[in-house]
């Protein structure tokens, strides 16, 4: 049986404001952790030793500063960014505060999935589009992305989805969304009915993601006919 409390969301329009916080904040963190994801993605696998543009000591740097931000808890990094996405915008707290700490949480697990992503890229096809005298930029432009795009699309699926979790977990610290809904109005109140409505909301905009962008992969997979 649903609560009446449930209904008082429905009414107010909560609940399906709830998914809509909790989709754009999704698919905006996910664009500008893109945004720096990729492009470190890129130079970490070119500049690797066995990339087309060996350079140890910057490769070692971006791998350092890479791993430090990915082996910190979000939820602690979510603390300690705080002072970070005041500084940017002002304040720390609301949405926007929020995006800034999954970019900033995302970004560095972009970038590892990025690298993988490319680094698939068969090593004959590179040698090909050097052997016709392609610079390095018309390699990664040209050949590196283009061949990746599958893997790519996949990581981006991947990151989405851990995204996702992310926003939920920011509702601790003044996020809004599903994850807030099942805080405040489920869990503090005891509706277990608003907890388990927003598990399966959140679940079904994660099968989403996952159904477009799998269907976007196969597209795009030269492999599949």
Same mark, same amino acid.
């Given at each position: 049986?649903? *609560?009446?409390?449930?209904?008082?969301?429905?009414?107010?329009?909560?609940?399906?404001?709830?998914?809509?916080?909790?989709?754009?904040?999704?698919?905006?963190?996910?664009?500008?952790?893109?945004?720096?994801?990729? %492009?470190? @993605?890129?130079?970490?696998?070119?500049?690797?030793?066995?990339?087309?543009?060996?350079?140890p000591?910057?490769?070692?740097?971006?791998?350092?500063?890479?791993? &430090? &931000?990915? *082996?910190? %808890?979000?939820?602690?990094?979510?603390?300690?960014?705080?002072?970070?996405?005041? &500084?940017?915008?002002?304040?720390?707290l609301?949405?926007?505060?929020?995006?800034?700490?999954?970019?900033?949480? !995302?970004?560095?697990?972009?970038?590892?999935?990025?690298?993988?992503?490319?680094?698939?890229?068969?090593? #004959?096809?590179?040698?090909?589009?050097?052997?016709?005298?392609?610079?390095?930029?018309?390699?990664?432009?040209?050949?590196?992305? %283009?061949?990746?795009?599958? !893997?790519?699309?996949? @990581?981006?699926?991947?990151?989405m989805?851990?995204?996702?979790?992310?926003?939920?977990?920011?509702?601790?610290? #003044?996020g809004? @969304?599903?994850?807030?809904?099942?805080?405040?109005?489920?869990?503090q109140? *005891?509706?277990?009915?608003?907890?388990?409505?927003?598990?399966?909301?959140?679940?079904?905009?994660?099968?989403?993601?996952?159904?477009?962008?799998?269907?976007?992969?196969?597209?795009?997979?030269k492999?599949?006919?």
């Amino acid at each position: 049986m649903l *609560s009446e409390m449930f209904f008082k969301l429905w009414d107010k329009g909560l609940i399906q404001l709830g998914v809509w916080e909790t989709l754009y904040m999704t698919l905006l963190s996910s664009l500008l952790a893109y945004v720096i994801g990729l %492009p470190l @993605g890129v130079i970490l696998c070119v500049t690797d030793k066995n990339g087309i543009r060996p350079m140890p000591w910057l490769n070692r740097i971006l791998g350092l500063v890479v791993n &430090f &931000f990915r *082996s910190i %808890p979000f939820v602690i990094l979510m603390v300690a960014m705080l002072p970070v996405a005041k &500084f940017i915008l002002g304040t720390s707290l609301g949405n926007g505060a929020v995006i800034v700490m999954l970019v900033i949480a !995302a970004a560095p697990y972009v970038a590892r999935m990025v690298e993988s992503s490319v680094k698939e890229v068969s090593a #004959g096809v590179i040698e090909a589009a050097q052997s016709m005298g392609c610079t390095n930029f018309q390699i990664v432009s040209r050949v590196l992305l %283009p061949e990746a795009k599958p !893997a790519l699309i996949h @990581g981006a699926v991947v990151s989405m989805v851990t995204i996702l979790g992310y926003s939920a977990m920011a509702a601790t610290i #003044g996020g809004t @969304g599903l994850g807030q809904i099942a805080i405040i109005y489920g869990h503090q109140r *005891s509706n277990g009915d608003i907890t388990w409505i927003c598990v399966f909301l959140t679940v079904l905009i994660v099968q989403l993601i996952q159904i477009f962008g799998t269907a976007i992969e196969r597209k795009t997979d030269k492999r599949i006919k």
